[in-house]
């Protein structure tokens, strides 16, 4: 058991939060509600389907068009996902020219072959990756009409993410795998084609039945409705399960408030699970060898402890169920699942399976957009997998966060950073959104922690949790919630750090004797402004900070435990590049002057955040 962080105590006796509190009224959802059958050939790898789609229209607007996403038709050679990965200058290494080789049998393919709404036939049209619905009758505000649809789908040769037959042998990756309608929000369709990149859907409900070959054990997402006729390691302890009759078994889950819905499938799984006392049933499946037997063996406690720690400190798994599954080409988060591929050592196995588990907060329950704001989900998960690496696995003695901070420190320096609004899609470089949306993205996150002070970054982010679960916050909803726990007015940080590519760099000058008095000349050298935390080191090694805050930040953030103690504010305008601070305090009391020791601010050249006063003082 982890030590709970105060602020979730603190946070909840103060803010009086629950999920409900604040609801944003002015903010909409979709709703749905799925009925699919589908029922998989294992030898040509080939599945037909039905679904039932109860869609509700709770906008404001009267829909005459619908979409859906036709994901596995990207896997087809000429498809926008192989043109691409063939043009574009630093391709992913998995991707390639591979979907360009694939053949006809290793195709992606996802066809709708019937659809109606209200029992009518509607027109629609196939565009690779969407289907274009025209809706014979319009879907007005508040009704809820019902979508019927038969369909076909190829599962590709695993490339990217989804597939059959990975690297590591896992016969079916079963993500992106049916047809899903598209979002529609404030900001209308949110119809994107697929080409790489990750994904935004409507939470709702999901009834799914998958018959398949009984001889392979299955995991994903949802709870299994038929366990005790299933077996494969689901059933009640003490159940004897029945045999099957026939060839095939059809496995029932159901998974409630999600937005999307995988499942995996291989005949060789160990299937491994463990009910946690105060959270989710941990499910493990994997192909179990030399390679995986003495990993995978740990990785169910590490799990526990993530889940466990996680829910203490960002806010509780919502869910009763959670599945760590060997499949895919890396690493991918799904609701209640992640698939992540096996081999590795123990911390590689141990990192990428709490990244991906944090999702489960971020993608999962918040719902970030990943498609359009990729740096939110990203970035803060990025950010939470230090931070949980650090509790569960092993204690890094120095700051944790480095790795992020360095990877940004290299984009910025290369010359082609992008500003994070830009869509996951539309990256000029794979090289660019990586270390963008991942680390950049976590840079924001710590470094908020130095603007609005730690106190109130833990308090603030049990407000996200609570306020906006299951609601879709963008970037300015976040925001809203740290400047409504601090005080604070922060859409300058936005501005500045999310939307531009402006950098942060400021230096000491000088350090003069004024009088009795020390004069403290400072200077911004970068584009963007930040607050400035300078902390003077005196001869007998006690420390003091003088804080000069942002004017437009309108407001201070509170003394931090564990810093100096705050002995002088004083405001800087952005418009000014200089300033200087007068320390009632003689020059020969003074042994050093440093901007930022903490290194929570992404100040990109470091090397003249700290003047050596005696040092100095000695060369003259």
Known sequence: MFKKVSFVVIGMLILGISPDTQAQKD??????????????????????????????????????????????????????????????????????????????????????????????????????????????????????????????????????????????????????????????????????????????????????????????????????????????????????????????????????????????????YTHEKVQMENGPMVHLLYVKNEKTEENWGKLMQYTIDAIEYCSENFGKYPYDQYSVIQGGDGGMEYPMATLITGHRNLRSLVGVTVHELIHSWYYGVLGFNESSEPWLDEGFTTWGTSVVMDAVFEKDSNFIHEGSYRSYFRLENAGYEEPLTTHGDHYNLNSAYGPGTYNKGAVFVEQMAYVVGKQNFDKALLKLWNEWQFKHPNGHDVIRVFEQVSGLELDWYYDYFIASTKSIDYGVKSVEAAGNDTKISLERVGMMPMPVDLVVTYQDGSQEMIYLPLVIQRGN????????????????????????????????????????????????????????????LEKK
């Open 557 to 616: 953030k509170p003394e931090e435990e564990g810093m100096p103690k705050r002995v002088k504010t004083q405001k800087w305008p952005w418009t000014n590049y200089n300033t200087e601070v007068i320390l009632e305090r003689p020059l020969a009391d003074i042994k050093s002057v440093e901007i930022d020791p903490s290194k929570r601010m992404a100040d990109v050249n470091r090397e003249n955040n700290k003047l050596d006063v005696t040092t100095n």
């Open 27 to 268: 903010r909409y959802q979709q709703k749905v509600k799925y009925e699919m059958d589908v029922t998989m050939d294992v030898e040509k790898n080939q599945y037909t389907g039905t679904q039932k789609l109860h869609y509700t229209n709770n906008s404001s607007d009267t829909l005459n068009r619908a979409f859906y996403h036709l994901y596995y038709n990207a896997f087809q050679p000429n498809s926008m996902m192989d043109v691409r990965s063939r043009t574009i200058a630093d391709p992913d290494r998995r991707v390639m020219d591979r979907i360009q080789n694939l053949s006809p049998e290793e195709y992606g393919i996802l066809e709708v072959k019937k659809l109606s709404m209200n029992g009518k036939p509607v027109k629609f049209e196939h565009e690779e990756t969407i289907l274009e619905v025209d809706l014979g009758e319009p879907i007005l505000p508040g009704q809820t009409v019902v979508f019927d649809m038969e369909f076909f789908g190829q599962v590709p040769l695993q490339v990217r993410r989804a597939g059959r037959d990975n690297a590591e042998g896992i016969r079916y990756s079963m993500s992106q795998w049916y047809p899903k309608m598209a979002a529609y929000d404030t900001r209308g369709w949110h119809a994107n084609p697929y080409i790489g990149r990750e994904f935004y859907g409507n939470f709702g409900d999901f009834d799914v039945k998958i018959t398949i070959d009984k001889g392979y054990t299955l995991g994903g997402t949802g709870y299994l409705q038929n366990a005790n006729e299933i077996g494969k390691g689901y059933e009640d302890e003490g159940v004897k399960v029945p045999s099957a009759r026939g060839k095939n078994l059809t496995w029932h889950f159901k998974a409630p408030n999600v937005h999307d819905f995988m499942w995996a499938a291989d005949p060789k």
